[in-house]
C-alpha cells in the first residue's frame, strides 16, 4: 500500500467522448477536486456517504474476492484486511453524489486499489504505458460491478489524479494538469439538473440504436471527428475553433440522444442553442445528475439559467 486511511480521491469529469468512446473516440478527461471519497472509520457528517457497511461496502468486497482470478490485481489483494475494516466499521465518506456522472464509484474502486493492493503503481512516479493499459483494464474489472460493463477510464482519473486523453480507443496520454486562468472569459461550468440518471440503461438504449446502420454512420462520421477537433481545440486553447465544435456536439446530442437530455433542462439546453451565449453537453452518460456547460461569459449565463444551480469548473 502506498496510500493511508484518510486519503482523498478526487471525483472527475469527462469533458469529451461520452458515448462514442465505444465506437474507438478520442476523450478527455479530468479530475475534479471539489468532490472526493475517502476511507474512515468514522462518519463524516459533511458527505454523503454513499458507500459504508449498511450498503455497497460489504457486498463489494465479496464481489472482489469471487472475481479476484478475472480482476488479475497481479499483486496481492489484502481482502482479510479489508474485511476486518469492514467489520471495524470502515465506511467511505464522499460527498459525490450517486449517480451524477462524477465518478462515485470511480473514487471508491481507487480508494480500494490504493489502500488495500500491496506494491500499486505509484501514481507520484514515471508510469509507462503499459502500467496505464494493465490499470485501465483493472479498474474496468472492478468498476463492472456497478455499471455492468465499464471502461475504467472513471477509476483511472480518481486514481491518478491527472489529465487523461484517450486516443483512437486504445492509447493513454497523461496531460500536464491545466494552469488556472481566473481572468479567462471562457468557462467550463457544471448544471446540475436536480436528477439523477441510470447508466446501465442508457448505455442499453445506446447500444441498441447502434444496431441502425445509419446511426452508427452518423456516430463514426460526424460525432467522432467532431469530438476529435473539439479535443484538439480545447487543449490548444482555441477558443475560435472550440465553440463552433461545442455547438455541433451539443446540436448532434439533441437530434439523435434526446433521451440523455432530461426533459426538465430541455428548453435550457435549446435556448443555448438559440443565443450561442453557452452550450450545453452530457457529463458521462447523462439521463440526470449534472450537464457540462461551455460559454464565454459565466456572468451572463448565471442571468440566462436561473432555475438551476451552476459550479464554475474552470476559466481559460
Known sequence: MINKLGTKFYSKILLFG????????????????????????????????????????????????????????????????????????LIFN???????????????????????????????????????????????????????????????????????????????????????????QNALFLLDTGTTGETQPLVNYFTEKCRSDDFLNQIKSELIPINKQAIEAFLQNNANDLFPHLKEISTFTQKYLKPMIPEAIRDVWQKGLESNHYYLKLCGSGGGGMMLGFTTNFERVKTDIKNFPLHLVQQF
Do not use: W
Open 18 to 89: 461520452e458515448y462514442a468512446l465505444m465506437f474507438g473516440s478520442d476523450a478527455l478527461s479530468i479530475p475534479y477536486t471539489e468532490l472526493y471519497g475517502y476511507f474512515s472509520f468514522e462518519k463524516d457528517e459533511s458527505t454523503l456517504t454513499g458507500f459504508d457497511l449498511d450498503t455497497h461496502l460489504g457486498k463489494y468486497a465479496g464481489f472482489l474476492r469471487k472475481h479476484s482470478e478475472k480482476i488479475n490485481f497481479e499483486t496481492p489483494f489484502l481482502f482479510d484486511q479489508l474485511d476486518k475494516d469492514i467489520a471495524n466499521g
Open 94 to 184: 464522499s460527498n459525490i453524489p450517486l449517480r451524477y456522472g462524477l465518478g462515485s464509484s470511480g473514487a471508491l474502486v481507487a480508494a480500494l486499489y490504493g489502500n488495500y493492493v500491496q506494491n500499486p503503481v505509484n501514481p507520484s512516479q514515471k508510469i509507462t504505458n503499459r502500467q496505464l493499459s494493465k490499470l485501465k483494464t483493472l479498474f474496468a474489472e472492478m468498476e463492472s460491478y456497478f455499471h455492468g460493463k465499464s471502461s475504467g477510464l472513471d477509476p483511472l482519473i480518481c486514481y491518478l489524479q491527472r489529465p487523461v486523453l484517450f486516443e483512437n480507443g486504445s492509447r493513454i496520454k497523461l496531460i500536464e494538469p491545466f494552469k488556472k486562468n481566473t481572468s479567462g
